[in-house]
C-alpha cells in the first residue's frame, strides 16, 4: 500500500500502478483468464485517476440518490419514477399539483417535462437543499424554472380549516389583524422567474393564497396531480386537492403503506374515477458482459406502491 501511495504521489499513472500490482501478485500466472481479466479491470477501476464530467439528467440523478440513501426518497427506484412520470401524461403547457417526498426528484422530472412552460404548483414542508436536491442537481435555467410555484402546505392546511379567510374571486380584501394574512384578489401572475440562486426562496404568502384560493380549491383547473409521500397522509391530500383536477385529469399517488394504497382505491372509486390501477413493480438489475451475463448478486429492491386513476366529472 505505501508502494502504491509514493507511485501515486510521484505523479505514476494508472496502467503502471496496475502492472507493479500484477507483478507484486505471486498467484497471478495461476489464474485464469477470465479472473487476470477481472482482476486487472477491478485494480485499474480502483486507482484510475479519470474523472468524468456529465451533464445531469433525471435517470441519473435517481440512480444516485437510491442507491446512496433510498429512504431519503421514499424507496423511489427509477424505474418507479419512470412509470409515475408516463401515466402523469405530462407534456409541455400541463398544469401539474405535486407533493414530494423524493428528495425533488418528481418535481425535478416534471419541471423538465414542462419545458419553460405550463404551471407546477409544489406543495412542501421545507423547501430546502437537502429536502429537494435533485432541483438544484438539474442545474435549469431561468426559462425552465418560469412555471415553478411553490407553496408551503401549512398555508394551505390554514386555508382548509379557515384560520387564514380568503377573499371571494375578483373582490379585495385586506386581514389587519396580521401582515402576514393579507391578501390581494388580483388575478395570478403568468410568469415566475426563479434563477438557480432563489429557487428555493420563500414565496410571498399573498402570492402563494392566490394559488390555493384560484387553482387549487375554487377550480377544476390541473392536468394531473401527483403525490410521493412517506410522512404524510395521501389520502388527506387527495381529498383536499382532487377537486381541482379537471374532467380527464390524471392522478399519481405514490406511497411505501399498502393500507394507504387500499384507501386511496376507495376514495377515488367513490369519486367516480375510471382505470383505477395498483402496482407493485420488481425490478432486477443484470450485468451485461461478454460470455457472463447474471442477475447482479447484490442489488437494491426496496420500493413502495403505485395508484394511477383518471378523473370521470
Given at each position: 500500500?505505501?508502494?502504491?501511495?509514493?507511485?501515486?504521489?510521484?505523479?505514476?499513472?494508472?496502467?503502471?500502478?496496475?502492472?507493479?500490482?500484477?507483478?507484486?501478485?505471486?498467484?497471478?500466472?495461476?489464474?485464469?483468464?477470465?479472473?487476470?481479466?477481472?482482476?486487472?479491470?477491478?485494480?485499474?477501476?480502483?486507482?484510475?485517476?479519470?474523472?468524468?464530467?456529465?451533464?445531469?439528467?433525471?435517470?441519473?440523478?435517481?440512480?444516485?440518490?437510491?442507491?446512496?440513501?433510498?429512504?431519503?426518497?421514499?424507496?423511489?427506484?427509477?424505474?418507479?419514477?419512470?412509470?409515475?412520470?408516463?401515466?402523469?401524461?405530462?407534456?409541455?403547457?400541463?398544469?401539474?399539483?405535486?407533493?414530494?417526498?423524493?428528495?425533488?426528484?418528481?418535481?425535478?422530472?416534471?419541471?423538465?417535462?414542462?419545458?419553460?412552460?405550463?404551471?407546477?404548483?409544489?406543495?412542501?414542508?421545507?423547501?430546502?437543499?437537502?429536502?429537494?436536491?435533485?432541483?438544484?442537481?438539474?442545474?435549469?435555467?431561468?426559462?425552465?424554472?418560469?412555471?415553478?410555484?411553490?407553496?408551503?402546505?401549512?398555508?394551505?392546511?390554514?386555508?382548509?380549516?379557515?384560520?387564514?379567510?380568503?377573499?371571494?374571486?375578483?373582490?379585495?380584501?385586506?386581514?389587519?389583524?396580521?401582515?402576514?394574512?393579507?391578501?390581494?384578489?388580483?388575478?395570478?401572475?403568468?410568469?415566475?422567474?426563479?434563477?438557480?440562486?432563489?429557487?428555493?426562496?420563500?414565496?410571498?404568502?399573498k402570492e402563494q393564497l392566490i394559488w390555493i384560493h384560484e387553482r387549487i380549491l375554487d377550480r377544476s383547473f390541473l392536468d394531473s396531480i401527483i403525490i410521493v409521500s412517506?410522512?404524510?397522509?395521501?389520502?388527506?391530500?387527495?381529498?383536499?386537492?382532487?377537486?381541482?383536477?379537471?374532467?380527464?385529469?390524471?392522478?399519481?399517488?405514490?406511497?411505501?403503506?399498502?393500507?394507504?394504497?387500499?384507501?386511496i382505491y376507495t376514495f377515488l372509486e367513490e369519486n367516480g374515477a375510471i382505470n383505477i390501477q395498483i402496482q407493485e413493480q420488481s425490478n432486477r438489475e443484470m450485468q451485461?458482459?461478454?460470455?457472463?451475463?447474471?442477475?447482479?448478486?447484490?442489488?437494491?429492491?426496496?420500493?413502495?406502491?403505485?395508484?394511477?386513476?383518471?378523473?370521470?366529472?
Open positions: 500500500m505505501e508502494e502504491v501511495l509514493s507511485m501515486k504521489s510521484s505523479g505514476a499513472s494508472t496502467s503502471v500502478i496496475v502492472s507493479t500490482l500484477v507483478q507484486g501478485n505471486t498467484n497471478f500466472s495461476e489464474r485464469t483468464n477470465y479472473s487476470k481479466e477481472k482482476y486487472v479491470s477491478k485494480k485499474a477501476k480502483h486507482h484510475s485517476d479519470q474523472v468524468y464530467i456529465l451533464a445531469p439528467t433525471i435517470r441519473m440523478i435517481a440512480q444516485t440518490i437510491y442507491r446512496r440513501n433510498s429512504e431519503t426518497a421514499s424507496f423511489l427506484r427509477p424505474d418507479m419514477l419512470s412509470s409515475m412520470l408516463y401515466y402523469a401524461s405530462i407534456i409541455g403547457g400541463s398544469k401539474v399539483l405535486v407533493y414530494d417526498e423524493s428528495c425533488g426528484l418528481i418535481s425535478a422530472a416534471v419541471l423538465q417535462r414542462l419545458d419553460g412552460k405550463g404551471e407546477l404548483y409544489l406543495l412542501y414542508k421545507n423547501l430546502t437543499f437537502n429536502s429537494h436536491e435533485a432541483l438544484q442537481a438539474m442545474n435549469f435555467n431561468p426559462i425552465e424554472t418560469m412555471p415553478f410555484r411553490p407553496i408551503r402546505l401549512s398555508n394551505l392546511a390554514k386555508v382548509i380549516v379557515k384560520e387564514t379567510p380568503l377573499p371571494p374571486h375578483g373582490m379585495p380584501t385586506v386581514d389587519t389583524t396580521t401582515a402576514s394574512t393579507a391578501v390581494s384578489a388580483a388575478p395570478p401572475k403568468e410568469s415566475f422567474n426563479y434563477s438557480d440562486e432563489n429557487l428555493f426562496a420563500e414565496v410571498d404568502i412517506n410522512a404524510v397522509s395521501p389520502l388527506e391530500l387527495l381529498q383536499h386537492t382532487f377537486k381541482s383536477l379537471r374532467s380527464s385529469g390524471t392522478v399519481v399517488v405514490y406511497t411505501v403503506i399498502q393500507e394507504e394504497i387500499c384507501e451485461i458482459l461478454r460470455d457472463r451475463c447474471h442477475p447482479m448478486l447484490q442489488t437494491h429492491v426496496a420500493s413502495g406502491y403505485l395508484i394511477t386513476a383518471i378523473k370521470t366529472v
